[in-house]
């Protein structure tokens, strides 16, 4: 199985700064063939199901503001909000799509400083 | 508008058996793989299982495998996840998802609780 660790499983930053959240695989989840990353991040707000911010690593899902983005390649990536807003405190979590079973961060915790 | 809901869920005895249904709308469910998600109280997700658009490939979490059968109906768009013997660690939020790079669209999950 691939294994995803996030780091920090917690932070807390000020309004309008940058935020990053990193994300390890195991193993690469670049699939040579198409030359894609099958590394998604999700989004999930008390209550709530998980909401799809990115896949395939840095592609936005439509509706998702383009303070959010991801990049990276193989085993390392990175999710970065550009600019914090309030609606944002949330935990995020990577997922790996490469392979089955299909595995996911333990999740970062993001709060307003 | 996409939209997915769960339904079936509820407290059941350890090695008892319990189904949960997902009714789609809002696409062409045929089109679509779909999935099995389950997230425990205050835990992380996990991936339970998958199930390709005709129901001719299906695909599960280890420890689940023998239990759990995932299942769909074209005809009725709908998604179906019979649990039996089911364990205290099976306790979870189940959300179904449609499967589309890789999961854009999600049920508000039902809630199913193992315990005597």
């Known amino acids: 199985d691939i294994v995803m660790t996030q780091s920090p499983d917690s932070l807390a930053v000020s309004l309008g700064e940058r935020t990053t959240i990193n994300c390890k695989s195991s193993q690469s989840v670049l699939y040579s063939s198409n030359n894609k990353n099958y590394l998604a991040w999700y989004q999930q707000k008390p209550g709530q199901p998980p909401n799809l911010l990115i896949y395939?690593?840095?592609t936005r899902k439509s509706g998702v503001p383009d303070r959010f983005s991801g990049s990276g390649s193989g085993t390392d990536f990175t999710l970065t909000i550009s600019s914090l807003q309030a609606e944002d405190v949330a935990v995020y979590f990577c997922q790996q799509y490469y392979s089955t079973p299909y595995t996911f961060g333990q999740g970062t915790k993001l709060e307003i400083k | 508008e996409v939209q997915l809901v769960e339904s079936g869920g509820g407290l059941v005895q350890p090695g008892g058996s319990l189904s949960l249904s997902c009714a789609a709308s809002?696409?062409?469910?045929?089109?679509?793989?779909m999935t099995w998600v389950r997230q425990a109280p205050g835990k992380g997700l996990e991936w339970v299982a998958n199930i390709k658009q005709d129901g001719s490939d299906k695909n599960y979490v280890d420890s689940v495998k023998g239990r759990f059968t995932i299942s769909r109906d074209n005809a009725k768009n709908s998604l179906y996840l019979r649990m039996n013997s089911l364990r205290a660690e099976d306790t979870a939020v189940y959300y179904c998802?449609?499967?589309?790079?890789?999961?854009?669209?999600w049920g508000q999950g039902i809630l199913v609780t193992v315990s005597s």
């Open positions: 998802a449609r499967t589309y790079s890789p999961w854009d669209y």
């Open positions: 809002g696409f062409t469910f045929s089109d679509f793989w």
């Open positions: 395939w690593a840095s």
